[in-house]
């Protein structure tokens, strides 16, 4: 009985707020640019896909767990005059949360921004080989680094389904990235 009594209250003042609240699921799709700390002949660009889950809370915030891989960012330098090669390959994957501030335009399209923190593990593979043997070394570096971003989202009328898109920024102290700015489009399926 005394469980009843403690639990009741609980029960109600949920179902009050129930309406306050709106989970989903999402994916996002993205091009991420790198700076990085050296000079590395390396491309910028960086594929990625991202699932998430969340929850919007009342009209103007947010909250987001991610998941995010990107897809190998691979190259071979060769040197003048050398039989020398180097193939050099990084990737990453990341997962965190964001908090978001939802900022309504016009009906059913908001203006957002977001901040949060990610942990980043970044794997780099270099592979040498000077024509008679191949040697090689390889990494991976785990960091936690904070994230901002901003984005437009516009919700279907029946409210299920809402598509997004978004820039965000992330600093990292990395050895080799220095920063990632990153470039998306997703949707969200709201419950």
């Known amino acids: 009985m005394k469980k009843i009594i403690f639990i009741l209250p609980i ?3 949920a179902n009050a707020f ?20 050296n000079d590395i002949d390396l491309e910028e660009q960086y594929y990625t ?14 909250v987001e767990l991610f998941f995010t891989q990107s ?7 060769t040197y003048e005059y050398s039989p020398l090669t180097q193939d050099i390959n990084i990737s ?12 309504p335009i016009v009906k059913d399209m908001d203006f957002f921004t977001s901040f949060g923190i990610a942990n980043y593990r970044i794997s780099h593979e270099f592979e040498f080989n000077d024509g008679l043997t191949t040697y090689g070394e390889s990494d991976t570096t785990t960091e936690t680094a ?7 989202m516009y919700t279907f009328p029946n409210d299920s389904v809402s598509i997004l898109g978004q820039y965000q920024y992330s ?4 050895e080799l990235i220095k920063s990632l700015s990153e470039f ?8």
């Open 146 to 152: 904070t994230r901002f971003g901003i984005g437009l």
């Open 71 to 77: 897809a190998d960012n691979e190259n071979t330098i």
């Open 11 to 13: 029960i109600l003042s």
């Open 18 to 37: 129930a309406d306050n609240f709106t989970p989903y699921i999402g994916m996002d799709a993205g091009l991420n640019i790198a700076s990085y700390n």
């Open 49 to 62: 896909g991202t699932i998430n889950a969340g929850m919007r809370i009342g009209q103007n915030f947010g």
């Open 171 to 174: 600093t990292l102290s990395n």
């Open 92 to 103: 990453y994957q990341s997962f965190g949360f964001d908090i978001f501030g939802y900022y």
């Open 184 to 191: 998306s489009i997703g949707f969200r399926y709201n419950f």
